[in-house]
């Protein structure tokens, strides 16, 4: 079965960096486009930057020039790497993998940033 499995969340201080990981399992990785999106306390789930099978990449105004998506077609992994991190960016994260026939989510991460 597919299985979509992240990393790499935690607890940093406003300016600081994470990287988030989502192994993937179950799926042609190399054919499938990838996104992550975010969750806050009380909030819809955003697209937060998706990276196509093509490469083609989009994100989310409120973090471009921040964060970056980038993914290893050999390791079936996509990352996030977020720098400049800033309260309004904690969330719980989420990889998703969009299949032709569904789509499919991780079961999150936590990124917390204090001010």
């Known amino acids: 079965q597919v299985q979509l499995v992240e990393s790499g969340g935690g607890l940093v201080q406003a300016g600081g960096s994470l990287r988030l990981s989502c192994a993937a399992s179950g799926i042609i990785f190399r054919l499938t486009n990838m996104g992550w999106y975010r969750q806050a306390p009380g909030k819809q789930r955003e697209l937060v930057a998706g990276i196509t099978s093509g490469g083609i990449i989009n994100y989310a105004e409120s973090v471009k020039g921040r964060f970056t998506i980038s993914r290893d077609n050999a390791k079936n992994t996509v990352y996030l790497q977020m720098n400049s991190l800033k309260p309004e960016d904690t969330a719980v994260y989420y990889c998703?993998?969009?299949?032709?026939?569904?789509?499919?989510w991780g079961q999150g991460t936590q990124v917390t940033v204090s001010s």
């Open positions: 998703k993998a969009a299949s032709r026939l569904r789509d499919y």
